[in-house]
Structures are given as structure tokens and as C-alpha cells.
């Protein structure tokens, strides 16, 4: 079926096939005997080195407890184009880590005038990402962080 996708579409367009997915916009794609693992470790560590976090001490929770953020939480931000990146990196890792979901929301609020708070709680989110790759020896397909979809799912489709 995937073939005959294929030969209609290189006798309408110019293609060539480039093998099996590996990585396409951020994703990672492991390929396992039953199942295809999506994934976003390559791109973690590229979102931390962005930062100058790649040698930070890690965090085990994204956001301290009972934190209140405000549009008055301290002094704003010089020059908030790299809070902003960052946060636009965080909403795109959402895909595959949906845990992060609540504090990438509540930090995407505050894109118009940043304060040195709002950027702390982006760098503890980040330490916390870190937290979880230190574990990436230790991944298994059962990983929560990764999105598995099944081959005989995808045949169906």
C-alpha cells in the first residue's frame, strides 16, 4: 500500500526515498519490532545548550510549589527575545511531554512583558527536562515521555 503511495507520487512530483524515519522537526523516531517510539531527547538538549543550561544542576519537580505567577513578579526583562524563544521551544516540546503542559501555559502568559521571575521559572522547567535525560540510559518502550504508535495501527491507516 505505502509503495503504491509512493509510485503515484514520484510520477506526479520529483522524490526520491530517503529510508525509514529518523528524525523530522525535532522528533526522533525509533523504529522497534511492533511499534514506532517518537521521541524529543536531541531536541531537549539543543533547547538546553540554547539556554546555558547544559551543565546546570538538575531539578526533580518543573515549578515550586504553590507559586503564584503575576505580571508585577519583579523587574522586566531587557531584552525578552530569548525568554520568548524559549517558551515557544517549551510549547513545541508539549508534543511528547504533556506533563510540562500546565507551567509552559502558565509561563506562555506572560510573552508581552517578562519579568526575572518568569524567566527563573523557564529555567527551572528546563533543569527539570535535564532531570529526565540524565535518566536516558535507563529508557525502555514503556518510557512516559515517548509516543508509541503501533505498526498494525499505522497499516490501517
Do not use: W
Not at 40 to 59: C, F, I, M, P, W
Not at 74 to 102: A, C, E, K, W
Not at 126 to 143: A, F, I, M, P, V
Request: proline share 4%.
Amino acid at each position: 500500500m505505502i509503495e503504491q503511495l509512493q509510485q503515484q507520487l514520484k510520477s506526479s512530483f520529483r522524490m526520491k526515498n530517503l529510508g525509514p524515519l529518523q528524525y523530522f522537526l525535532g522528533l526522533e523516531a525509533q523504529h522497534c519490532p511492533t511499534s514506532i517510539l517518537l521521541h524529543q531527547h536531541k531536541y531537549t538538549r539543543e533547547l538546553l545548550s540554547l539556554a546555558g543550561l547544559s551543565d546546570a544542576n538538575s531539578v526533580l519537580t518543573s515549578m515550586e510549589v504553590n507559586l503564584k505567577l503575576h505580571h508585577e513578579n519583579g523587574d522586566l526583562l531587557p531584552h525578552p527575545s530569548m525568554y520568548r524563544q524559549l517558551v515557544g521551544s517549551l510549547n513545541y516540546l508539549i508534543i511528547t511531554r504533556p506533563n510540562i503542559s500546565f507551567v509552559v501555559q502558565q509561563v506562555s502568559q506572560f510573552m508581552q512583558a517578562p519579568c526575572q521571575t518568569h524567566l527563573a521559572v523557564v529555567r527551572r522547567l528546563l533543569q527539570y527536562l535535564k532531570e529526565d535525560l540524565s535518566h536516558d540510559s535507563d529508557r525502555r518502550e514503556g518510557d512516559r515521555h515517548i509516543l508509541r504508535f503501533q505498526k498494525r495501527f499505522l497499516q490501517t491507516l
